[in-house]
């Protein structure tokens, strides 16, 4: 019993610390399999996953759209992340619903918002969104709940290359009142370029207020229709990715891939997204 306890309790510390620095500081989470084969440089990449990803993107968005994804980290069953994301096209914008949840029985996160993107001109899109977040612990600690805030941009510089930007947490709501823990600001810029019909190059720098600078980089490449391959490379801390897409049709998209941290391991995950009004 004893070690049972002093095991759950163990976990519960690992699965906060590595929520708090993979998963930007009890807030921010990347979602769907295609992002993270690119080492989650996807502040530029226009899917139903926009809405974690950089909500500015789902402005191009013409068709409802619906994506699940599930990643398993360092192969723990208690760091599972589920998401979801739901995107739906007005008359003037998009508005988009989503959310997810991270750990086990004992310390488990959940997020959920909505958001609303549109475009200014042409090339400059813009998006923002709300989040609801709850942080539950075992017994004594209950749980903690607080609502941040969510702001993207988008330039299209020409058809083949994309800049985008993208902030979470603008206000810095706070986590704990004494002493005082907030969940991170953090901040994202990178671009995305079309090199030819067949491969997409993705870079982006992401700085979270309480960690160091952090350079992604990916490569997508397409040998035809149906198939794409993915790999990509993060510093701080030095993780390598890689994934394969699968398009059924112009409506259905099935994603795999991994993330490796040179310490810790494997990270798999998978993803499906579909159109609905194609």
Avoid at 1 to 18: N, V
Avoid at 84 to 89: E, F, Q
């Amino acid at each position: 019993m004893i070690s049972s306890q002093i095991s759950s309790r163990i976990l519960c510390i690992i699965s906060f610390f590595f929520f708090a620095h993979n998963l930007q500081c009890q807030g921010y989470s990347f979602s769907g399999s295609r992002s993270q084969a690119l080492a989650n440089a996807s502040v530029c990449l226009s899917d139903v996953f926009a809405y974690h990803n950089n909500p500015a993107n789902a402005a191009s968005q013409k068709e409802v759209s619906f994506g699940l994804a599930y990643e398993n980290r360092f192969l723990l069953k208690e760091l599972q992340h589920q998401s979801y994301a739901i995107l739906i096209p007005l008359n003037f914008g998009v508005l988009s619903v989503g959310g997810n949840s991270f750990g086990y029985r004992d310390f488990r996160t959940f997020k959920n918002g909505v958001g609303y993107s549109m475009k200014l001109l042409e090339e400059l899109s813009l998006g923002v969104q709300i989040n609801h977040h709850l942080i539950r612990l075992a017994a004594p600690y209950g749980l903690n709940q607080t609502v941040t805030g969510e702001l993207g941009l988008s330039y299209k510089v020409t058809e083949a290359w994309n800049f985008g930007m993208a902030v979470f947490n603008i206000g810095r709501n706070e986590l704990i009142v004494n002493p005082i823990e907030r969940y991170s600001t953090s901040m994202r810029l990178g671009t995305s370029y079309k090199i030819s019909n067949m491969v997409l190059a993705v870079a982006e720098i992401e700085k979270d207020i309480s960690h160091p600078l952090r350079f992604k980089s990916g490569i997508e490449y397409s040998p035809d229709n149906n198939l794409l391959f993915r790999i990509g490379f993060a510093t701080n801390p030095i993780e390598l990715s890689f994934g394969i897409g699968w398009v059924f049709s112009d409506r259905y998209f099935l994603d795999f891939g991994s993330q490796f941290h040179q310490v810790l391991g494997w990270s798999p995950n998978f993803s499906f997204r579909f159109d609905i009004n194609k």
